[in-house]
């Protein structure tokens, strides 16, 4: 039986597990990373391994993406001392999901959705809100999702220990992080 294709843009491979283990039935999975808002560069480099290692374990195909903070910084520009949830997030998921959709499109995927919504410090509903409209007129489908119900950040809170996958403490923007310094 011949699964639809699905493009999963990973943000970290914590919340990968959970979304993975709930559309792996379903869908023919591959992990897509694309996170030039991680920084700095080292952050970047373990968090790539992470999911490098959990790609591995599962033998789901992954795409990486080149490196390009300075894309992000573009795309923020204005917005550096939004507080995290603000404005900045907001462009920050549109960037990604508009990046989801070229990319999609020109590799032939049916489906995308994003492990964005694991984190239970991330809007899933304006997530799939701007996901339904970056894919309005799209030949691929947005599959909103919200891996953080019934009990997802747990499961992959589990699921991250079990395979001793690298666990991040913030988001990984560098403009989120500054005010922990500050702290």
Not at 24 to 34: A, G, K, M, S
Not at 128 to 147: A, H, M, R, Y
Not at 162 to 171: A, E, G, V
Request: with cysteine; aromatic share 14%.
């Amino acid at each position: 039986m011949n699964l639809p294709s699905l493009l999963l843009q990973v943000c970290c491979a914590p919340d990968a597990t959970v979304a993975y283990e709930r559309l792996r039935e379903d869908y023919d999975v591959t992990f897509w990373w694309y996170n030039p808002n991680i920084h700095p560069l080292a952050e970047y480099e373990k968090r790539l391994a992470s999911l490098i290692e959990l790609a591995r374990i599962w033998s789901v195909p992954l795409i990486i993406e080149k490196y390009d903070p300075e894309r992000f910084f573009r795309s923020v520009r204005g917005l550096e001392n939004e507080p995290e949830g603000g404005k900045r997030c907001t462009l920050c998921f549109e960037m990604h999901l508009t990046f989801a959709r070229e990319r999609s499109e020109k590799w032939g995927f049916e489906f995308v959705t994003t492990t964005l919504t694991t984190s239970p410090h991330k809007d899933a509903d304006l997530i799939n809100s701007l996901g339904k409209k970056i894919f309005e007129n799209s030949k691929v489908q947005f599959l909103p999702e919200n891996f953080k119900k019934k009990d997802g950040f747990l499961r992959s809170v589990e699921l991250s220990k079990k395979f001793k996958l690298y666990r991040q403490n913030y988001c990984g923007c560098i403009f989120s992080l500054i005010p922990r310094y500050r702290r």
